[in-house]
């Protein structure tokens, strides 16, 4: 990937629901006014039916670094989010030039060793953890992240909606590609509780992709994400079923 002049940004993102995608990503000031593009895909089976799609069309040759950035439905991009997450990007990339992955917030290490790091709302409440921006991370959460363009890095259909955030990281790195969380905080209003009761279809479906997820990924492990601690296969059902309550 060669070093390039300038950023710029163009945005996806699969919805699920017009009301949240109308109250929280397009009343999006930055969004709204910033004259980014962005793509919504509706009733998609995965992240990546999306994200593919937008990525083939985010090529350029006109010497700028273009950046894709996926975004949950339910996340806010205050006023010049684009300007301060360009701007955090480019001094992520003049410390790391190969830089192909940057998100806002992560996970850098495994286990006992793993740090967070990020700078975001969470339903409300701050998360702003200590280590310093921007970071090297292995895992990033799926809120917000964006791939460079000229990468080539695609999401895995066969995650359907958990984990891919963090399998293009490993992607990146296999190819020698470093990945990052940069400093750009937004807002994320997630209606799926951190613990306590959740729907069966939810708990299914996090099961289902884990399952491809720890075994694409089997010789990587032990994997720490946002939300789980993977030391071999089974160990997300393991934990859901620990944690979680379901209900119809």
């Known amino acids: 990937m060669s070093q390039t002049r300038s950023i710029q940004l163009s945005f996806v993102t699969c919805a699920s629901r017009l009301e949240v995608l109308g109250q929280r990503l397009l009343s999006s000031p930055c969004l709204r006014h ?41 996340v806010v991009l205050p006023t010049g989010w684009g300007q301060r997450f360009e701007l955090a990007l480019g001094a992520a ?8 992955v940057a998100g806002v917030y992560g996970i850098a290490g495994a286990g006992a060793a793993a740090r967070r790091a990020g700078h975001v709302i969470d339903r409300g409440a701050l998360l ?7 970071c090297l991370v292995d895992s990033l959460d799926e809120l917000l ?32 590609w470093p990945c990052a969380v940069v400093d750009a905080c937004c807002e994320h209003w997630s209606e799926t509780p951190s613990h306590g009761v959740v729907t069966r279809a939810v708990v299914q479906r996090i099961k289902a992709s884990a399952a491809v ?36």
Not at 128 to 134: F, G, Y
């Open 213 to 248: 997820f720890e075994q694409k990924w089997r010789q990587r492990l032990p994997l720490t994400t946002p939300c789980f601690n993977i030391v071999q296969p089974g160990d997300v059902a393991a934990f859901i079923d620990t944690v979680v309550t379901e209900m119809p």
């Open 128 to 134: 702003r953890e200590s280590t310093p921006l921007p």
């Open 145 to 176: 992240f964006a791939v460079r363009a000229d990468s080539g890095l695609l999401l895995d259909a066969a995650l359907g909606f958990d984990f891919y955030a963090t399998d293009v990281v490993l992607q990146a790195q296999a190819r020698g």
């Open 34 to 74: 910033g004259g980014y593009p962005l793509a919504v895909h509706f009733n998609a089976t995965s992240a990546a039916a999306g994200f593919n799609q937008a990525m083939a069309a985010a090529q350029g040759t006109d010497g700028a670094s273009r950046w894709l950035v996926w975004v949950h439905q339910d």
């Open 93 to 100: 990339l003049a410390q790391f030039p190969m830089l192909a």
